[in-house]
């Protein structure tokens, strides 16, 4: 699916992507799930569902919290006080420690939530809005769109990747 460009493209593709996540998630047995103790030997914070799930939920409480000062005519600090992006690796490992006692379910609904308030938010916006360069000065060279395309439908897709790669490494039966 091409990089969405306006509100309605990124719409289905949030919806979407996010209905393919569940359904990579329902190849897992409910053993697997419950089992907070177990984690896949990959090189990768998210080694577990839960922690695929409560990573995308963190960044997208982010973008959130980004697009809601900049509506406030604040400038956020993106992407947190004081870090940059080349600190993204330590931004996920303290995501993953945030939440690594949180059970199965819980991540489930935190998603949800999450989920339901960043599709609240883009419908909130035109096109004009969300895509069009230079329209907040706090979005810099990018676009409001762009960081909800990341929060939504690109990070879904990096968590089917990457519970792939989680169901690669369960033991066999």
């Given at each position: 699916?091409?990089?969405?460009?306006?509100?309605?493209?990124?719409?289905?593709?949030?919806?979407?992507?996010?209905e393919?996540?569940?359904?990579?998630?329902?190849?897992?047995?409910p053993?697997?799930?419950?089992?907070?103790?177990?984690e896949a030997d990959?090189e990768?914070?998210?080694?577990?569902?839960?922690?695929?799930?409560?990573?995308?939920?963190?960044?997208?409480?982010?973008?959130?919290?980004?697009?809601e000062?900049?509506?406030?005519?604040?400038t956020?600090?993106?992407?947190?006080?004081?870090?940059?992006?080349?600190?993204?690796?330590?931004i996920?490992?303290?995501?993953?420690?945030?939440y690594l006692?949180?059970?199965?379910?819980?991540a489930?609904?935190?998603?949800?939530?999450?989920?339901?308030?960043?599709?609240?938010?883009i419908?909130?916006?035109t096109?004009?809005?969300?895509?069009?360069?230079?329209?907040?000065?706090?979005t810099?060279?990018?676009?409001?769109?762009a960081?909800f395309?990341?929060?939504?439908s690109s990070?879904?897709?990096?968590?089917?990747n990457?519970?792939?790669?989680?169901?690669?490494?369960?033991?066999?039966?």
């Amino acid at each position: 699916m091409p990089r969405p460009t306006s509100r309605s493209e990124l719409l289905e593709a949030a919806a979407s992507e996010y209905e393919r996540l569940h359904l990579a998630l329902g190849r897992f047995e409910p053993t697997v799930l419950a089992d907070l103790a177990w984690e896949a030997d990959i090189e990768d914070t998210s080694r577990h569902p839960r922690d695929v799930l409560t990573h995308i939920h963190a960044w997208q409480l982010l973008a959130l919290g980004w697009a809601e000062a900049g509506e406030a005519g604040g400038t956020p600090q993106v992407p947190g006080e004081g870090r940059t992006w080349r600190e993204t690796p330590e931004i996920n490992a303290e995501i993953r420690e945030r939440y690594l006692d949180t059970p199965y379910a819980e991540a489930v609904d935190l998603l949800a939530g999450s989920h339901a308030r960043c599709l609240d938010t883009i419908e909130a916006h035109t096109d004009d809005q969300l895509f069009t360069r230079g329209r907040y000065a706090w979005t810099k060279s990018t676009t409001l769109g762009a960081y909800f395309v990341s929060a939504t439908s690109s990070h879904y897709v990096w968590g089917q990747n990457t519970l792939r790669r989680i169901q690669r490494a369960l033991p066999s039966p």
